[in-house]
């Protein structure tokens, strides 16, 4: 690529890179990164280990025989005397005993319960009016708040806050003060990035409530349930033995705390099961990490560098699969990040991986196919132009055969012999003139060409080119006339500038038509010399003046005109002129003539005694 089509797509994958950076900060896009989470959710079918908590669910049953909601605490009192000989590791009740309740012997009976159990967690609950905390004849251990974090779009449970503070009060989730409760003793370290806790480091970064992203089980192997009925029913005491048990409240019609979960399809989950979730997640080190702010950015920059990469290096079939793949390979890298534990969000990689294959390959299309279709034009014209020298040449050397023929095998009077020398000479020479133009294009447009830095009197310059010319227009019967030579010196190579002249000369000859006039003049301006070649000839629309300098183009009014031409002698004039540090102007108009000008620097006066450097 050259450098204007390379610096524009440095531009539009920059633009892309923004643009899906800027797109994956959108409420939109928030709801799509949390649609797909819950897509790799449940795509993810591999069985986790065996969970290490009960829940422990009072069920519609449970309600039904111990007197509803109102005889709570008694049902408690019951239940979690039938729990302890079970011998739970750790008790956690996901319901707040904050009220005073008039069943004294009820509240009384359940304080006892609770002391008999090794370690208890009771639940605390922020209200608009502060914490609601356990009543304090409740014996436990710790106390955690039972709050979940629900998506603000769509209300959907996919994190827990671990940390909740309310004024001076602050309390650690309910899931994580079990967890705790494992550890007899642990504290519970806190660092900006994260917790750890009896050496388990906990990813939740401090910001948000360090929040923690809820592994739920899949509905295979949920967290085992055994409800107060069952348990008072059959007394089976090996679901809780040294397990985590999370006590709540599971009867559809009583548990208010329900919420939908990436898993739930339109279901809802009832707090102590969103609980015990999140207790597993804690237990099993199943964590999943949301990817940070640089993460993402970094993936999405490298994703957009690799897109861009593919459609600058290569074309065609290979560019296409190579970013197929490259896409294919966005989409599975992160699902396989999530597998492993770490969660990138869908908009801002996927976006700059789409974007950055879409832009970059309409990019190549468009702008390397224009260089493709001009580089071919350019092929086509220069064969064009080869077949018309090969024409050219076809005349010169076919009098050249026929002449040297006739010598060889008649005998001629001497008068025709010397003529048929001389015509001889004349089509070589001609020969050679053109094979050396075409060698000098090609050797100019290269650079190769050896240019002299000598100083040189313009005026012989176009007085000898006019001489040259002269035979030309009158052959035509044109009048070519110098109307005005300031006489000045240039610095650079005479061969080439009489080229250049004779050049627009015989041009201006070939576009007119016969009995028309030629008029040069060469005039300074400042610094400058401008040598002006008028004519009265076919003329070009301003459209063809601009293009005259491409090598072989020609317009269409020449080529009809029937004058030979390669189109490359005004491309060869240019380069000289660019070399001897001008310019070349036009002026044209149809059927009217036109007028060439080159515009010279002047070597300095007092430099132009000077032998050349
Ligand atoms: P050539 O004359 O061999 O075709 P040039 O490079 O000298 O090649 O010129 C390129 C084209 O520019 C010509 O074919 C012609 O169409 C146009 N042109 C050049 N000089 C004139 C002129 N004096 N008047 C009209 N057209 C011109």
Request: proline share 6%; glycine share 8%; charged share 20%.
């Amino acid at each position: 690529m050259r450098r204007t089509p390379r610096l524009l797509y440095a531009a539009l994958l920059a633009t892309v890179f923004l643009a899906a950076v800027a797109a994956g900060w959108t409420t939109l896009a928030a709801q799509l990164d949390a649609d797909v989470y819950d897509f790799l959710f449940r795509l993810d079918q591999r069985v986790p280990p065996p969970a290490s908590s009960v829940i422990y669910g009072i069920d519609e049953p449970t309600l039904r025989q111990g007197g509803g909601l109102a005889g709570l605490r008694g049902i408690l009192a019951d239940g979690l005397e039938k729990l302890a000989p079970c011998l739970p590791s750790v008790v956690a009740l996901d319901i707040v005993l904050a009220d005073e309740t008039a069943d004294t012997a009820a509240n009384q009976r359940l304080a006892r319960a609770l002391g008999r159990l090794p370690y208890v967690v009771l639940a605390s609950n922020l209200t608009r009016t502060g914490w609601e905390n356990p009543r304090p004849e409740f014996p436990r251990n710790a106390v955690g708040h039972v709050h979940s974090d629900p998506d603000p779009y769509d209300n959907v449970v996919r994190q827990i806050p671990l940390e909740k503070v309310s004024g001076r009060e602050r309390h650690w989730a309910l899931a994580l003060e079990t967890f705790r409760g494992k550890f007899p003793g642990a504290v519970i370290e806190e660092d900006p990035r994260g917790l750890t806790i009896g050496g388990v480091r906990l990813p939740a970064a401090r910001e948000a409530a360090r929040p923690m992203l809820v592994r739920f089980r899949p509905a295979v192997s949920p967290v085992p349930e055994v409800s107060f009925a069952e348990l008072a029913a059959k007394g089976n005491c090996t679901p809780f033995f040294e397990k985590a048990v999370l006590v709540g409240i599971t009867a559809q019609s009583a548990a208010q705390d329900r919420h939908s979960t990436p898993l739930s399809f339109g279901q809802t989950m009832v707090g102590v099961a969103i609980n015990a979730n999140a207790y597993e997640t804690l237990a099993q080190r199943r964590f999943l990490r949301p990817a940070g702010n640089l993460e993402t950015v970094g993936l999405a920059l490298g994703l957009t560098l690799l897109a861009g990469a593919i459609f600058y290096f290569l074309s065609g079939w290979k560019a296409y699969v190579s970013a197929a793949a490259l896409l294919v390979a966005a989409h599975v890298f992160t699902w396989g990040a999530f597998r492993a534990g770490m969660v990138f969000p869908y908009t801002t990689p996927l976006a700059s991986v789409w974007l950055g294959t879409a832009a970059t390959a309409s990019f190549q299309y468009f702008v390397t196919r224009r260089q493709l279709r001009k580089s071919e034009a350019e092929r086509m014209r220069y064969q064009q132009a080869i077949h018309f020298v090969a024409h050219e040449m076809r005349s010169p050397l076919t009098a050249i055969q026929g002449s040297s023929e006739l010598m060889g095998r008649y005998k001629l009077p001497e008068e025709k012999r010397s003529q048929m020398a001389q015509m001889i000479h004349s089509e070589s020479q001609r020969l050679a003139r053109m094979i050396q133009t075409f060698l000098d294009v090609e050797r100019l447009s290269e650079g190769q060409m050896e240019l002299a830095r000598e100083p040189f009197a313009m005026g012989e310059v176009v007085r000898a080119s006019m001489e040259r010319a002269q035979p030309l227009a009158e052959r035509k019967r044109m009048a070519m006339t110098l109307e005005a030579l300031e006489e000045c010196t240039l610095r650079g190579d005479r061969e080439l500038m009489e080229y250049a002249v004779y050049n627009l000369l015989t041009n201006a000859v070939k576009y007119s038509p016969a009995g028309t006039r030629v008029t040069v003049r060469a005039g300074r301006a400042g610094a400058w010399l401008r040598v002006e070649v008028r004519d009265e000839g076919i003329g070009m629309d301003e459209k063809e003046a601009r293009r005259i300098f491409t090598k072989f183009y020609r317009t269409r009014k020449a080529e009809q005109s029937g004058e030979a031409g390669t189109g490359i002698g005004l491309s060869i004039v240019q380069q000289i002129v660019a070399h001897h540090g001008g310019r070349i102007e036009v002026q044209s108009t149809p059927g009217a003539g036109s007028c060439f000008t080159m515009v010279l620097p002047v070597m300095e006066e007092s430099r132009a005694e000077e032998p050349s450097r």
